[in-house]
């Protein structure tokens, strides 16, 4: 799957939840929660001595892919289903402030412009005009995850609407944070008061 978007800001936020915002490491090992995985691509093959990386000079690249691979398998979903049912029953993996990953199909809401992502030209991105808000300070614009009829509210910051513009009617996998809203139906009976933070997205 290829990483197509990536909020550095929030990526490093759920890195820095995990692990700290600095990491001592060594050639062989790193002092951190069992998080070598992170670290290890950083230091030097010669590098002997202990010394520090901050989490905010990694690629934050990086720091998307170490986190899909390594994190827990009961936060990653293979369908809306499974997680919209998790966070209905209010399981404590699904509560608010976590991090997890789901597979569904990505659409734009109020995107008045179909992008055909075959002619997506990244030397000229498409201008697209979609109503913003403001969430925890930032601007960001919603968009529908959606599979086996059930549809799940995600909201990314206004400068992904480019990238996040060729991943329309895709299926994505996407990492991102559960936050707070006010209750809405997601289908099949349920109604649910969490959205994701997109932090990342991988298509097929």
Request: aromatic share 10%; hydrophobic share 35%.
């Given at each position: 799957m ?7 800001l929030l ?26 995985w992170?670290?290890q ?11 520090s ?5 990694m690629l934050?690249e990086t720091?998307?892919?170490?986190i899909k ?10 369908s ?7 966070i209905?029953?209010?399981?404590r ?5 976590e ?19 075959t002619?997506f030209?990244?030397?000229?991105p498409?201008?697209?005009e979609i109503?913003?808000?403001s969430?925890y ?9 959606r599979?086996?009829?059930?549809n799940?509210?995600v ?15 895709k ?10 809203v006010?209750?809405y139906?997601v ?18």
């Amino acid at each position: 799957m290829d990483l197509v978007y990536v909020n550095r800001l929030l990526i490093i936020g759920i890195a820095t939840q995990m692990i700290g915002s600095e990491v001592q490491v060594t050639k062989s090992t790193s002092i951190g929660t069992g998080f070598n995985w992170l670290i290890q691509g950083q230091v030097e093959k010669n590098r002997q001595e202990s010394y520090s990386i901050n989490i905010n000079d990694m690629l934050p690249e990086t720091i998307a892919e170490q986190i899909k691979a390594k994190l827990p398998d009961n936060h990653k979903f293979d369908s809306i289903e499974k997680l919209t049912k998790e966070i209905y029953e209010g399981n404590r993996t699904c509560s608010r402030g976590e991090t997890i990953q789901v597979t569904g199909v990505i659409q734009i809401n109020n995107l008045a412009k179909e992008i055909n992502a075959t002619n997506f030209d990244p030397f000229n991105p498409p201008n697209l005009e979609i109503p913003t808000f403001s969430y925890y300070g930032s601007t960001c614009f919603s968009c529908t995850l959606r599979s086996e009829g059930l549809n799940l509210l995600v909201y990314f910051n206004e400068e992904a609407l480019a990238l996040i513009s060729y991943c329309q009617s895709k299926v994505i996998t996407l990492l991102g944070v559960l936050s707070w809203v006010p209750y809405y139906k997601v289908g099949k009976g349920r109604e649910i008061n969490q959205v994701i933070n997109g932090a990342a997205i991988w298509v097929e």
